[in-house]
């Protein structure tokens, strides 16, 4: 988070120790919303492919009726999401390549939502298309705790106009404030709501397909599993990036990968596991926030470090000018008393050094001194603090040669519940426990993986 851990192998290993251990979800939370930052979403909007639409959309929780795929004269009743919070608009992106019929309507202008930073549209008149037939809808990534539609808009716009088709993208509820099952039925009406009104959007749908990635990979399944049990139309297809099929604590070889996972190690993928699932603790109050915002933490660590810097500047001129002095006394006095330096090499020096000037290899040493021999006890630079961490981890005093240390943790033991709650083994939330009936009638899956340790493990497993 700072210079210091750029230039200090070992201080950035417990660094990293301690926050992938011991801070909670909402620091992660915090962490991977860095990217909606105003400077940073505006960079990433400049250099990502322009479209003429990008509109944050604000759809109000009313009941409507879709048609049975089984008998179309029969309809079936959608109704909002009402999970903990009870209902509740559902907010939503739109993003066209291109201007299309109906996404200039009044009725979608009313749904428009206010966003911190203006979604660029570009303002000539251009020539309005007719529908496409095709309608993309998307559920982003976050490990359901975190990220929004506006982050993951740049690859979207140029999805979008590769595709030559709109995208409707999903700003669903995040945990631990909404846990299961409030996503999916966010994600579900809003699934039923494209299908409902595509003339908004500028598509006929007839061909629908759902994307996501990670926890968005998660809810394109589901959606689908929940579509096929309402008997609405299914989706056309599934692209699932590196999804969250098992939610339950299971030893397999991605649980183990993720042991040496740097961008996301178990103990935070437990962390958002256990949030989407209810366990997580509440909201910490507002200084505990302003604690765990990165921002604040790589404020604090840089003040940190030009504190060391100035400090060690300072010892470093100091301990130049003792050691200078001490030679002017050693070179005069017919005796020389020889005390431990910083390291072992360095007392091996000072040793010499005292017989080339008394002409012997026996060095008298003051019976009386208490100082320990520069060989058997070498001194170090320690804080009071890491000299008493230092002290309870190795109560024998055992030395090792030139002063060499073995690096031992002194943060508490992560915190990896073992058990979950029973709620991980819905298929709803848990799509790989489904049984074979509702897995055959999904429409064809396709999973994207980034490397084969995703694909076994992470998050498909």
């Not at 417990?14 to 991977?32: A, C």
């Not at 073992?418 to 049984?435: C, Q, R, T």
Request: charged content about 20%; some cysteine.
């Amino acid at each position: 988070m700072s210079g210091k851990f750029a230039i200090d192998p070992e201080l950035r290993g417990s660094e990293f120790e301690r926050i992938t251990q011991n801070l909670d979800v909402h620091f992660w939370k915090r962490f991977w919303n860095l990217t909606e930052m105003e400077l940073l979403s505006s960079l990433a909007s400049m250099a990502s492919s322009q479209v003429r639409l990008s509109r944050p959309l604000l759809v109000p929780p009313h009941s409507f009726d879709l048609p049975l795929v089984s008998n179309p004269k029969l309809n079936v009743t959608i109704t909002p999401p009402v999970a903990h919070t009870g209902p509740g608009a559902v907010q939503m992106r739109l993003i066209s390549h291109e201007l299309r019929e109906g996404q200039d309507s009044e009725e979608l202008l009313k749904l428009m939502r206010p966003e911190g930073t203006l979604a660029l549209e570009l303002p000539w008149k251009c020539k309005t298309l007719p529908r496409s037939p095709y309608l993309l809808v998307h559920f982003h990534g976050g490990g359901f705790v975190a990220q929004t539609s506006k982050s993951h808009e740049p690859y979207l716009k140029s999805w979008a106009q590769e595709l030559g088709a709109p995208i409707l993208s999903i700003d669903y509820s995040l945990s631990p404030e909404a846990p299961f099952p409030r996503a999916l039925e966010e994600c579900f009406f809003a699934y039923c709501w494209a299908l409902k009104n595509c003339h908004l959007l500028g598509s006929t749908a007839q061909k629908v397909c759902l994307a996501g990635d990670s926890a968005g990979g998660n809810l394109c399944i589901t959606v689908s599993m929940r579509a096929a049990a309402f008997g609405i139309k299914m989706p056309d297809g599934i692209m699932a990036a590196y999804p969250v099929t098992l939610l339950e604590v299971a030893a397999s070889p991605s649980r183990l990968l993720t042991l040496l996972d740097p961008l996301l190690p178990l103990s935070v993928l437990c962390k958002c596991l256990s949030a989407y699932a209810g366990m997580e603790s509440e909201q910490p109050d507002d200084s505990a926030l302003e604690k765990l915002d990165p921002m604040n933490m790589m404020r604090h660590n840089t003040a940190l470090l030009f504190r060391d810097l100035r400090l060690g500047a300072s010892a470093l001129v100091g301990s130049l000018m003792d050691k200078t002095e001490a030679l002017r006394k050693s070179a005069s006095e017919t005796s020389l008393k020889c005390k431990p330096l910083a390291s072992h090499k360095d007392s091996r020096k000072k040793s010499q050094t005292c017989q080339n000037f008394l002409g012997s290899s026996d060095v008298q040493r003051d019976p009386s001194s208490t100082t320990p021999e520069p060989e058997d006890q070498p001194t170090f630079f320690l804080s009071d603090q890491d000299q008493e961490a230092f002290s309870s981890s190795n109560p024998r005093g055992l030395m090792f040669p030139d002063g060499f240390q073995p690096l031992r943790s002194i943060q508490p033991a992560a915190s990896l519940p073992l058990e979950l709650s029973p709620i991980v083994k819905n298929p709803f939330m848990s799509p790989l426990l489904a049984p074979d009936e509702m897995l055959k009638g999904l429409p064809p899956v396709h999973i994207v993986v980034s490397r084969p340790g995703r694909l076994q493990g992470g998050r498909v497993c």
